[in-house]
């Protein structure tokens, strides 16, 4: 997926990966095409499409007025916001401070839009504001097991209004 | 003998036997074994290796996202990597993806996150588990997600070298695609390998024993390298350290 994302975020069609060959990828992936690398005659290559999302969703850490945002820099936030065509941000706060270039910099140049949702990782981890809920993601998964459990999880804290604060 | 150690403890050591000094050792996500395993090993025998930890702030040398890192495999600047599966067969193939048929499985699981790159690229791949059974070990996966031996003229410069599990360590041979017993840990019988393994592997004449953790490494492990290890899996490191893992 990284490869596809790489690919969308230069604007070419595919990106050639290492590897996957001899893998049931090829099976159930038919969009996943082996070809021959044109600079060394009988080597099979595998390829996968670029992906070039509509909307990325991304949570930051915090957004200045510009709209530049500070995300956390292990993870590829800033190429899902350059492969996709439209980026909407949340983050946990939006200040004055403006931000510098450095590590989980992302330029306000890839985003389309930012709103401020405290805890809107959770009950993933925003390093440096919360950890990971481990009891909450037991719970959700325990829920998830039946229809009647995940409706419920949906109903409690994602369709009504408490589900926005932290 | 005067101490005592876990299993998880021993698995620990076994793959820490793998890092080299002064090599590149990386650890995937979800990997706590690995970790400690790469952590201890910086604490003994190879205090000029380079770790990365995926999680890790401390270990984890890059400017940008876990791109780079895959990027820096798919170049061939991994050294060790550590893997596991869902299932593993005798060919050294690991499936991470599902029990069952793949259009009506009967458990998903979260699938390959790069292994099918990695298994090929990162020089050597230990393999591990903690759980060592014929549902785990089987004859044949039901899905390649990486492959222990590429078909011909496919470039692979790694793969696999070690399986660690609670019974035993199996080494991979690349040329015959198959494992060999290397060594059964202590109180380990070969028939309970034989039992509890679905693949045929090729059995040495004797058969070593796997050394123990030593004293000096335990205190290692249950001090230092559980304290950095809780930067990125507090519940492992509190749970191993209760010995309630």
Redesign the interface.
């Not at chain 2, 890059?62 to 791109?67: H, L, P, V």
């Given at each position: 997926m990284l490869a596809g994302l790489q690919a969308g975020a230069l604007g070419v069609p595919f990106m050639p990966v290492r590897g996957f060959l001899g893998t049931d990828y090829l099976r159930v992936r038919p969009d996943f095409r082996v070809i021959e690398n044109p600079y060394n005659p009988g080597e099979p290559v595998v390829v996968v499409p670029a992906i070039r999302p509509d909307i990325a969703l991304i949570h930051g850490f915090r957004a200045d007025r510009a709209g530049k945002v500070l995300s956390d820099p292990t993870q590829d936030a800033g190429l899902m916001a350059r492969a996709s065509r439209f980026t909407v941000v949340t983050v946990e706060e939006v200040d004055d401070r403006p931000i510098d270039r450095g590590p989980g910099f992302i330029p306000a140049i890839y985003i389309g839009a930012v709103a401020v949702i405290p805890g809107g990782a959770r009950p993933g981890a925003c390093p440096g504001y919360y950890d990971r809920d481990e009891a909450e993601i037991k719970a959700y998964c325990e829920l998830a097991r039946t229809e009647a459990g995940f409706a419920g999880y949906l109903d409690r804290y994602v369709l009504t209004r408490a589900s926005a604060g932290p | 003998m005067g101490f005592t150690y876990r299993i998880e403890e021993l698995l620990i050591t076994a793959l820490a036997a793998e890092v080299r000094d002064r090599e590149v050792t990386a650890v995937g996500a979800r990997s706590p074994i690995p970790a400690a395993a790469a952590l201890l090993a910086r604490q003994t025998h190879a205090p000029k290796a380079t770790l990365i930890i995926?999680?890790s702030?401390r270990y984890?040398p890059?400017?940008?996202?876990?791109?780079e890192f895959?990027d820096l495999a798919?170049r061939g600047g991994i050294d060790l990597f550590f893997l596991s599966g869902v299932q593993i067969d005798g060919q050294g193939n690991l499936n991470l993806?599902v029990v069952g048929d793949?259009d009506r499985p009967r458990v998903r699981f979260q699938g390959?996150m790069?292994s099918?790159?990695?298994?090929?690229?990162a020089r050597r791949v230990a393999l591990f588990r903690t759980e060592h059974s014929r549902r785990v070990f089987v004859p044949q996966v039901d899905?390649?997600?990486?492959?222990g031996?590429?078909?011909p003229?496919?470039?692979?410069p790694g793969g696999p070298s070690v399986l660690v599990t609670p019974l035993c360590v199996f080494e991979f041979d690349r040329g015959q695609g198959r494992f060999r017993l290397r060594s059964l840990h202590p109180g380990v019988s070969l028939e309970e390998v034989i039992a509890r393994t679905g693949f045929k592997f090729d059995i040495p004449e004797p058969v070593a024993v796997t050394p123990e953790p030593t004293p000096d490494q335990l205190e290692l492990l249950r001090g230092p390298v559980l304290a950095e290890l809780a930067e990125v899996y507090?519940?492992f490191a509190r749970e191993l350290a209760a010995g309630r893992v």
């Open positions: - | 995926l999680g702030r984890f890059f400017a940008e996202g876990s791109q895959f798919q993806h793949y390959g790069g099918a790159m990695l298994y090929f690229m899905f390649v997600t990486a492959p031996v590429a078909p003229g496919v470039y692979r507090p519940e």
